[in-house]
């Protein structure tokens, strides 16, 4: 199974962006889907999750800033970030979760500067 994530790029703060994770691979629709990020010199943590009867968890820090969304029929979670603060800066990486097994997908760079 491979998770490919795309969307990362350069924006301004109070800008939006929507990052994309698409699974391939697998001939299951993967359980539980989302994002992590890691800021430079900070640990990896959850940003968003949902499962496939849609139930979401978010990281505090961007409820209602951030919505989570997936496509189970073409493996797919979506990541709509809106008012994007610098601390939002960091490496956001895809993940999923099927009956224990974890997958991880390649991270993809988000920047909020001005």
């Known amino acids: 199974v491979q998770l490919q994530a795309s969307g990362g790029g350069l924006v301004q703060p109070g800008g939006s962006l929507r990052l994309s994770c698409a699974a391939s691979g697998s001939s299951f629709v993967i359980n539980t889907m989302g994002w992590y990020r890691q800021a430079p010199g900070k640990q990896r943590e959850m940003v968003a999750t949902?499962?496939?009867?849609?139930?979401?968890k978010y990281q505090g820090s961007v409820e209602g800033q951030f919505t989570l969304s997936r496509n189970d029929a073409e493996n797919t979670v979506y990541l709509q970030m809106n008012s994007l603060k610098p601390e939002d800066t960091a490496v956001y990486y895809c993940?999923?979760?099927?009956?224990?097994?974890?997958?991880w997908g390649q991270g993809t760079q988000v920047t909020v500067s001005s």
């Open positions: 949902i499962t496939r009867s849609g139930v979401t």
């Open positions: 993940y999923g979760l099927h009956w224990g097994t974890e997958y």
